[in-house]
């Protein structure tokens, strides 16, 4: 400990001193209603060195003297007064030892128990005081350091006066150096309207926002409520909207709650927000159990999905996890992103390429790991359709060398990350995740290691999703581009798809299909008209274009084949789909074959192995889209570009592309 230190502890312990001295003589002075006899006094004299050493004791064994006065709250209090609690115990108990062995612990008389318990009550209240004044008068010096700045602090409405709100009143009252202003909360709850918290009036429910706003000069409201449905957070950015302010939300809810209120954070309401379902509830103690003191390997860890599941997997305690990664910048980034936040997890990055089967027997061989998250993918299904081998290859082919050396090193889990437009494919994208299904169910039949398979839809907010897309058109002023009028997708938010991922693979036996609910599908022009409304526009200030249906999409997306009479289980939100069986030795052929026709076959024989493979497989574009590649010169720079007919449902090629398609 440095000078400044040790002088700073002294201090503080003499203060306690001189607090702890004023309560016992006082207690004395009350005991006997200020009339000390000479008898008495002498008890008080004799006995005081005895019960400060004893007070002092109880402090350090508590860890009283190493906390800050700065931040004294609840905590500090319970601890302060166990302390000086467990100091009375030991003295009333070494007093009443003494009276019934006949022996006086003080030449001059005992001290009365009573004495003991007004000093208790004295002790507490002096110490406790002196640290809430010192926090007290430290607080108000920096309001006023801060005050004095140019920040301006814009007037917030606080809406939800819960324990989320509660924390993040009581932070705003010590934090002038924050841009909010906060006038009150706002609460659904009508028996707290009316009711003070941490200074702050709970001024009325939603319905009352308007008169509030205009009484109060609000300009904006902050969302204080934790685990908050996307129907209510759309009921109150409406209301907001109505009532012309802004309305905020914190994106880190869970972490807020657990007592960090990180005001950096604080963005406007998302479509992401919006959109979100119920909050899912996890069987913890089933993950733990997969996850905890393990190693845990992510392939594809820098990716939206794969970066969200390694938090979510170091939030339940691995021994090590295992970052693969073939792209080194998202690998560097997720990396320095979860050394600070998990510090007690051992965190390995490895750049490879699950194509690479030497580098990956390297790493499992290696490190052995327990359970596998996998889901390193080619997800984009356009740019799939113009490099189909490239999806085979890293979507069919790599997800067989991991799978395999899996299996080869004893990982006693496998979770492969799939999609619904593996279902009925008619992209490039999607068969090759289908044909990965199929291997994996079929290795899973010969092997010790519990291979399963998640499926869900699109996911808010990945890269190069939807959402960002329209983002980046509407802040050019659009328009926005939208396919088609009547496409749905369905829709998940990547940490809800990600904590289900983990509770399905728990579940697993092997060989399991397991299907996310993913709620009721989603038109994409509502949901480009629902950004444009939380961008603070209207539809008719941003025009939305339809562009038609590009190569490899379907209007509609399926979360399960027909064959495979989807079941439920515990887990409301996780069905299984019934168990299809392949052989393992004809599809490892088939994959084989795959693997040797990406580089020098014809497009034709390519799709005629998938077909072979997958027999609902049904795509006609991959073809129109090989023709027209060979007429674009262009292709090569990125450049090419597949004209429409004009319902935009499939590419309209000219004479010359038709005739290379027969």
């Keep these: 400990m ?26 004395f002075l009350i005991r006997f209603e200020g009339l000390l ?15 400060l050493v004893v007070k002092l004791l109880c402090l350090a064994v508590f860890r009283v003297p190493g906390r ?46 009573s004495v003991l318990l007004i000093d208790l009550s004295l002790g507490f209240s002096f110490t406790l005081g002196l ?107 409406n209301r ?95 990396h320095r992103q979860l050394i600070p936040d998990f510090p007690k997890v051992s965190l390995v990055p490895c750049v490879a390429d699950i194509c690479d089967r030497a580098r990956i027997e390297q790493v499992l061989a290696a490190w052995r790991p327990h359970v596998v998250f996998h ?60 044909v990965a299904e199929i291997y994996v169910q079929a290795l899973s039949q010969r092997s010790q290691t519990r291979f399963v398979t998640v499926r869900f839809g699109n996911v808010l907010g990945s890269t190069g999703s939807v959402i960002p897309i329209f983002k980046e058109q509407i ?9 088609h009028p009547d496409m749905k997708r369905y829709f998940m938010t990547i940490p809800e798809a990600c904590q289900l991922v983990l509770q399905a693979g728990s579940m697993g036996e092997g060989g399991e299909i397991f299907i996310l609910d993913m709620g009721k599908p989603v038109k994409i022009v509502d949901l480009a008209k629902d950004l444009i409304r939380l961008s603070g526009l209207s539809p008719d200030d941003i025009e939305i274009r339809f562009t038609g249906m590009r190569p490899g999409e379907k209007l509609f997306e399926e979360l399960s084949l027909a064959q495979e009479s989807v079941q ?18 004809e599809i490892n052929r088939q994959v084989d074959e795959l693997r040797k026709m990406v580089h020098s076959a014809a497009p034709a024989q390519i799709l005629a192995m998938i077909q072979e493979i997958v027999p609902e497989f049904h795509n006609e574009d991959a073809v129109y889209a090989e023709a027209e590649r060979r007429l674009l010169p262009d292709y090569g720079n990125g450049l090419a570009v597949t004209q429409r007919n004009g319902h935009g449902n499939k590419p309209a090629l000219s004479a010359a592309a038709m005739q290379m398609t027969v």
Aim: aromatic letters at 6%; hydrophobic letters at 45%; proline letters at 4%.
């Design 240 to 334: 907001c909207a109505e009532c012309g302010i802004t309305p905020k939300v914190f994106p880190g809810i869970r972490e807020m709650v657990g007592g960090n209120v990180n005001f950096s954070v604080i963005r406007e309401v998302a479509v992401e927000d919006v959109l979100q379902r119920e909050p899912v509830h996890l069987d913890n103690q089933a993950i733990a159990k997969i996850v905890r003191g393990r190693t845990i390997l992510v392939s594809g860890a820098g990716g939206s999905i794969g970066s969200e599941l390694c938090r979510e997997v170091c939030r339940h305690g691995p021994k090590r996890l295992l970052l693969v990664e073939q792209a080194e910048n998202s690998l560097f980034h997720i």
């Design 475 to 483: 802040a050019r002023g659009g328009p926005i581009t939208v396919t």
């Design 37 to 51: 006899t000479e008898a008495d006094s002498r008890v008080l004299v004799f006995s005081l060195p005895f019960v």
């Design 131 to 237: 640290r809430m004044a010192a926090r007290l008068w430290t607080e108000r010096a920096e309001w006023d350091r801060l005050a004095g700045s140019e920040l301006r602090r814009m007037p917030t409405l606080l809406i939800g006066a819960g324990a989320v709100g509660r924390m993040i009143a009581k932070e705003l009252a010590t934090r002038p150096d924050i841009a909010i202003e906060p006038i009150g909360f706002v609460d659904d709850n009508r028996n707290l309207v009316g009711t003070t918290i941490h200074g702050l009036c709970v001024l009325g429910t939603t319905a009352d926002m308007e008169a509030i706003v205009r009484n109060h000069g609000a300009e904006q409201a902050l969302v204080t409520i934790g685990d908050l449905s996307g129907r209510n957070i759309r009921r109150i950015a």
């Design 568 to 585: 439920k289980t515990q887990h409301p939100k996780i069905f299984i789909g019934q168990f299809i069986p392949h052989e393992w030795e």
């Design 375 to 434: 889901a390193a993918a080619h997800k984009h299904v356009p740019l799939m359709e113009w490099n189909p081998g490239e999806a085979i290859k890293n979507n069919i082919v790599g997800t067989r060398s991991l799978a395999d050396f899996s299996d080869a090193y004893g990982v006693e889990r496998f979770v492969m990350i799939s999609t619904d437009k593996a279902v009925n494919p008619t992209s490039i994208m999607g068969v090759s995740k289908r």
């Design 2 to 27: 440095n000078l400044n230190g040790h002088m700073v502890r002294s201090t503080k312990l003499g203060l306690d001193l001189v607090m702890l001295f004023a309560a016992y003589c006082l207690a």
């Design 68 to 113: 800050s006065w700065r931040y004294v709250g609840v905590l500090e209090a319970r601890n302060l007064l166990a302390a000086l609690s467990a100091a009375t115990a030991t003295l009333c108990i070494v007093i009443v030892l003494s009276r019934s062995s006949g022996s006086r612990l003080f030449t001059t008389g005992q001290i009365p128990l």
